[in-house]
């Protein structure tokens, strides 16, 4: 399959070329204009139009919020659109690529794969630029989660890996929820039956998204990285293709803390969702995942008022029947 979107252009390509020679990424010339254009997108999107659209949708909270507040707000006006972009993106190629249910795992290609990791390669590019550019605000744990990210991206331009590219870019299936749960707070519907049923949704989608797909999948990339180290395809070692250590090691190795990092959020989610329960007087604290943070603690309040309500209305059942059979 070719490229989706359109060929790189030449002079781009050209330029490229030597960067991807010395560092053995012979697709990443083919792909370069998408990270160009997911980068000057995304951050057009910060710098115009989130500030445009955001005064005029929300002219009584976007323009009285601190500079500091407002950055985060473009901010997640991005991901959520990145969110609902690469993760529609990665699911037409899960099932519309008639070359995927033939390519081999660990070295195979096709167009649309290599556009799929230009995109998100390249918003990876502008969040790691936008990290360093707000360090003071974002902090290190921003920082470390593009560069995680950005590397395993850039190492399938080799081609390496291409096949897991649209699962693992499933897991951005939670990132809206993420972001609603961030603007509810910003637009003071806190603890409102809104936030309670996204924030539901939220852990329902990371928990099947993030924690279960992305184990279930990090064991399959790990046996097809195994297997191709120890057997390669003798198409591909005519090729000269290999899995070096290093290679799998830096894949692998990013994938993991991708995935701890995953688990952490989850259960700092469970933690601050229980707390709520246990300890009422105990101050709950927020956990931040991918710069976005999450207080569970208004929702919890309001499951505990639905638990609330839902007992009273089966007590007043039973109340009802017991007094019909006294009757």
Request: charged share 15%; with cysteine; hydrophobic share 45%.
């Amino acid at each position: 399959m070719q490229d989706p979107i359109f060929p790189c252009p030449k002079g781009l390509s050209n330029l490229l070329k030597p960067i991807a020679t010395k560092f053995s990424l012979p697709t990443f010339p083919i792909h370069a204009h998408e990270i160009v254009i997911a980068f000057v997108v995304y951050h057009l999107i910060l710098t115009r139009l989130s500030p445009w659209a955001s005064a005029r949708l929300f002219p009584k909270t976007y323009p009285h919020l601190s500079t500091k507040t407002k950055l985060n707000w473009d901010v997640h006006v991005v991901s959520l659109i990145q969110a609902l972009f690469i993760s529609t993106f990665a699911l037409w190629v899960m099932f519309f690529d008639d070359e995927r249910a033939d390519m081999h795992h660990v070295f195979g290609y096709t167009g649309s794969h290599g556009a799929l990791q230009g995109f998100a390669a390249g918003y990876f590019v502008w969040d790691l630029f936008l990290s360093f550019l707000h360090y003071d605000i974002f902090g290190p744990g921003f920082a470390a989660h593009a560069v995680c990210a950005l590397t395993v991206f850039m190492l399938g331009f080799r081609p390496f890996v291409n096949y897991y590219a649209p699962v693992f870019l499933l897991f951005e299936l939670s990132n809206p929820f993420l972001n609603f749960h961030w603007f509810f707070d910003k637009l003071k519907m806190t603890g409102g039956r809104a936030q309670l049923v996204n924030g539901l949704l939220l852990i329902t989608m990371f928990f099947s998204c993030r924690v279960v797909w992305g184990t279930i999948n990090t064991f399959r990339v790990f046996g097809d990285v195994w297997e191709a180290y120890n057997n390669i395809p003798e198409e591909f070692a005519v090729q000269g293709q290999s899995v070096p250590i290093w290679l799998a090691a830096t894949y692998l190795g990013s994938n993991s803390i991708l995935n701890f990092l995953n688990y952490y959020w989850f259960t700092r989610m469970i933690q601050t969702l229980r707390s709520r329960f246990d300890k009422p007087s105990k101050k709950v604290d927020t956990v931040v995942v991918e710069g976005t943070e999450v207080d569970m603690t208004e929702t919890a309040k309001e499951l505990k008022e639905l638990e609330k309500e839902m007992l009273e209305v089966v007590d007043g059942l039973v109340d009802g029947k017991v007094k019909s059979k006294d009757e």
